[in-house]
């Protein structure tokens, strides 16, 4: 037999099962910030704030620890399930920010890498597109319009980005997909606008005839 073939098999045994039991620490970590966040912004979207809030707090408290679990397997760390938690993340707290009309998180202070945040970012198009359905159905156009800049402001932002996927992971097809929603929603508040605008002059005028008729001859 092969004098360290042994002693070679050992070490590989104990690296790998080292590698593999802080991966199995922090996958489900991973799975549960996703959840959190997704709850989070449930929760923005009932206009719970401070519930959206606390979920997004748990969420980083679970995004900071897998950090600790992975500080020494960087390339666990950057197989895919990191990025993807830190996007969903991102996503979250950039989503919670603007419809409360705050300025957006740096990704720093989010501990989250400029891909995932990039790309959290343009998800957030699709929830803010969800959000001012749901304002429009209330009347609240005047806040619509703002959060319809803000999509516009995100997608102005992400096509400056021109940098291959493998960097920012996948950024290119994030940002088609928030133009089409971007145009969507363009589309179906200038439709609102032009009802309300409508609604109004009918309104006037009506007013004008019943005036009219109310008039002595």
């Avoid at 609240?140 to 960097?167: G, K, N, R």
Wanted: net charge negative.
């Amino acid at each position: 037999m092969i004098e360290n073939l042994e002693s070679l098999g050992q070490e590989a045994l104990d690296y790998l099962n080292q590698k593999n039991t802080a991966r199995e620490q922090a996958l489900p970590r991973a799975r549960t910030l996703i959840r959190y966040c997704a709850n989070s912004i449930r929760a923005a979207h009932r206009r719970e704030f401070a519930a959206a809030e606390e979920l997004l707090a748990r969420a980083g408290e679970l995004l900071a620890q897998i950090g600790i679990d992975l500080r020494e397997q960087p390339d666990v760390f950057y197989a895919g399930f990191v990025q993807d938690a830190q996007k969903e993340y991102a996503e979250a707290a950039a989503f919670l920010a603007l419809v409360q009309g705050r300025a957006l998180p740096h990704p720093q202070s989010l501990n989250v890498d400029w891909a995932p945040y990039l790309n959290g970012l343009g998800e957030a198009v699709g929830e803010l597109r969800r959000y001012v359905l749901d304002r429009l159905r209330h009347g609240w156009l005047a806040e619509c319009e703002q959060l319809l800049q803000h999509m516009d402001d995100i997608y102005a932002l992400l096509i400056t980005i021109d940098f291959p996927d493998a960097i920012t992971g996948g950024l290119r097809r994030t940002t088609d997909t928030a133009r089409a929603i971007l145009e969507k929603t363009r589309g179906d508040l200038t439709v609102a606008v032009r009802q309300a605008q409508l609604e109004e002059k009918i309104s006037e005028l009506l007013t004008a005839l019943h005036g009219k008729d109310a008039a002595p001859s």
